[in-house]
């Protein structure tokens, strides 16, 4: 998504909000205005590979501690 931002600078084109995460995670997009100015959205939608599971419970109270913290910034955001 990165190189499509500076695909777009490159060649001109204007880049009304820059590539980044929006709407949660794993939704990467990058909006820019077409030659008529209207509102151009790229997107991917990239969900989080599989990770195998562990059979140690160790880290399971930060993995916890992890999940709230991502839990209080998605109702932060809204």
Do not use: C, H, Q
């Not at 880049?15 to 995460?21: I, K, R």
């Not at 969900?47 to 991502?70: D, E, F, L, N, T």
Request: aromatic share 12%; charged share 30%.
């Amino acid at each position: 998504m990165f190189a499509l931002g500076a695909f777009l600078d490159e060649n001109g084109m204007t880049v009304l909000d820059p590539p980044g995460e929006y709407y949660g995670r794993n939704y990467y997009a990058v909006y820019f205005a077409d030659p008529d100015g209207m509102k151009l959205e790229a997107m991917i939608w990239a969900p989080p590979k599989a990770r195998a599971k562990s059979a140690s419970r160790s880290g399971s109270k930060s993995k916890r501690k992890a999940s709230a913290k991502r839990k209080a910034r998605a109702a932060r955001r809204g």
